[in-house]
C-alpha cells in the first residue's frame, strides 16, 4: 500500500510524552502505532524476553510430549510419569504465557 499522505499534529509535552510511552510498551515505531489505532486495534506490549524463553520452553516440552506418543502408539505403553510431568509443565507455561501477553483486541465503537 502506498502511503503517500501526511498529517501534521500539534501535542502538548504531556501529550507527546504518554504517546511516546505508549509507543516503547509496543515496539513499534510512532507511525505503526498510530496506524494500528486507526485501523481499530489496540496495538499488544512487546513480548519480553522471559515470554520468549516460556515459548522456548513450550517448544520443548511439545516435543517431548510428541515422542512420548510416539513411542506409546509403537510400543501400546507410555510411561504415566514423564507424561504426567510434561503435561503439568505445559499447563504452567501455558498460564504463565496467558498472564503475560495480550493480543491485540478490537476496539469498541
Same mark, same amino acid.
Given at each position: +500500500?502506498?502511503?503517500?499522505?501526511?498529517?501534521?499534529?500539534?501535542?502538548?509535552?504531556?501529550?507527546?510524552?504518554?504517546?511516546?510511552? &505508549?509507543? $516503547?510498551? =509496543?515496539?513499534?515505531?510512532?507511525?505503526?502505532? @498510530?496506524? =494500528?489505532? @486507526?485501523?481499530? /486495534?489496540?496495538?499488544?506490549?512487546? @513480548?519480553?524476553?522471559?515470554?520468549?524463553?516460556i515459548i522456548k520452553q513450550l517448544? +520443548?516440552?511439545?516435543?517431548?510430549?510428541?515422542? @512420548?506418543?510416539?513411542?506409546? /502408539?509403537? =510400543?501400546?505403553?507410555?510411561?504415566?510419569?514423564? /507424561? $504426567?510431568?510434561? &503435561?503439568?509443565?505445559?499447563?504452567?507455561?501455558?498460564?504463565l504465557i496467558l498472564?503475560?501477553? =495480550?493480543?491485540?483486541?478490537? +476496539?469498541?465503537?
Amino acid at each position: +500500500m502506498k502511503r503517500n499522505k501526511e498529517i501534521k499534529v500539534r501535542l502538548s509535552l504531556i501529550e507527546l510524552e504518554n504517546l511516546n510511552k &505508549c509507543v $516503547k510498551k =509496543t515496539g513499534l515505531s510512532r507511525e505503526e502505532y @498510530i496506524r =494500528t489505532l @486507526i485501523s481499530g /486495534y489496540v496495538p499488544a506490549p512487546r @513480548i519480553s524476553d522471559d515470554v520468549k524463553e516460556i515459548i522456548k520452553q513450550l517448544r +520443548m516440552i511439545g516435543n517431548n510430549l510428541n515422542q @512420548i506418543a510416539v513411542i506409546g /502408539y509403537k =510400543t501400546g505403553t507410555i510411561d504415566i510419569l514423564k /507424561y $504426567k510431568r510434561n &503435561c503439568s509443565e505445559l499447563e504452567k507455561n501455558v498460564q504463565l504465557i496467558l498472564n503475560n501477553v =495480550t493480543e491485540p483486541t478490537r +476496539m469498541e465503537k
